[in-house]
């Protein structure tokens, strides 16, 4: 059986990038102590602006914006469907919007069964 991935992309302000990586890394402790396997957030590096399509585009990236590209590992969808309800429901997941380092309402996210892993 494979493992189950979230994934999501997240415009953060490029001077918020301090906070934004904090806030993950308590938040990669919850997602851990409720079943994830792995946590990985990526901070822009190469990340060209497109015609059609794009990063940028796919969250509506402003200036002074860097997209993150992160995913979190799980043994299971059953495992993820029952952590991520304990992670939502945790009093430390609990966002204070007047700190919170990103628009939220632009965050693409969803998940997926992986079909190739080499």
């Not at 495992?79 to 007047?98: E, F, L, T, Y």
């Not at 996210?109 to 892993?117: I, L, R, S």
Request: charged letters at 25%; proline letters at 8%; aromatic letters at 12%.
């Amino acid at each position: 059986m494979m493992n189950y991935v979230d994934g999501f992309l997240v415009p953060v302000p490029t001077a918020r990038k301090a906070q934004y990586v904090e806030m993950a890394e308590k938040a990669a402790v919850i997602f851990k102590e409720f079943g994830a396997l792995s946590i990985v957030e990526c901070w822009e590096d190469d990340v060209p602006e497109g015609k059609v399509t794009s990063f940028p585009m796919s969250v509506k990236r402003q200036d002074g914006e860097s997209v993150v590209f992160s995913w979190i590992t799980w043994p299971s969808k059953e495992v993820r469907d029952i952590g991520m309800q304990k992670v939502m429901d945790d009093p430390r997941m609990q966002p204070d919007h007047d700190t919170m380092p990103f628009d939220g309402q632009r965050m693409v996210f969803g998940g997926f069964v992986p079909v190739v892993v080499a």
